[in-house]
């Protein structure tokens, strides 16, 4: 009889088990990455887009238990730091931040330079995502430019300003 109940709480442990693993293979997994646009150059009075995505967003909600975040660009040579406004998640989401260097610095700072990006809870301390380092110039080199480069499968998306020229060009031709 001590044999039996023996054999079955082991295999009841070994099912237990095997349902946890399960359980966990199955939960989703955060990418524990956050994304500023792209850009040949990174420019001081350009806006850039900071990304947190919806799976890291959650994590970090379970874990620290605020849906709350932040955006902290620190300039690293000058150790100037700069948080946005706080936002809060929605679920399935991806959670954005929009960035301007040279709207991050006190009047006398610069906006030029390497700035380490972060996303963080706002309202928990020490839950930072990140670095993404950028180097942010006052002008683009020749051949670049600053303009964000956002791109859906294989068509790139026009700046605003060159669609509006383009309509004017076309009403003026008619």
């Not at 099912?15 to 199955?26: C, E, L, N, Q």
């Not at 040579?77 to 929009?98: C, P």
């Amino acid at each position: 009889m001590k044999k039996s109940v023996l054999a079955r709480s082991g295999a009841g442990i070994a099912g237990a088990a095997a349902v946890a693993a399960v359980t966990i293979a199955m939960a989703p997994a955060a990418s524990a990455q956050i994304a500023i646009t792209t850009s040949t150059a990174y420019c001081a009075d350009t806006t850039y887009t900071v990304t947190l995505p919806a799976a890291d967003a959650a994590t970090m909600a379970s874990q620290y238990g605020d849906n709350n975040f932040v955006l902290q660009a620190t300039n690293t040579g000058t150790n100037v730091t700069w948080w946005s406004a706080a936002q809060a998640s929605v679920s399935g989401q991806d959670l954005t931040f929009q960035w301007t260097p040279s709207q991050s610095i006190p009047a006398s700072g610069t906006a030029t330079g390497t700035w380490s990006l972060y996303i963080t809870e706002a309202h928990v301390a020490a839950t930072a995502l990140g670095p993404v380092s950028v180097t942010v110039v006052q002008t683009a080199p020749q051949g670049t430019t600053c303009l964000p480069q956002t791109s859906t499968g294989s068509s790139t998306l026009t700046p605003l300003g060159s669609i509006i020229s383009n309509l004017l060009s076309s009403l003026s031709a008619q």
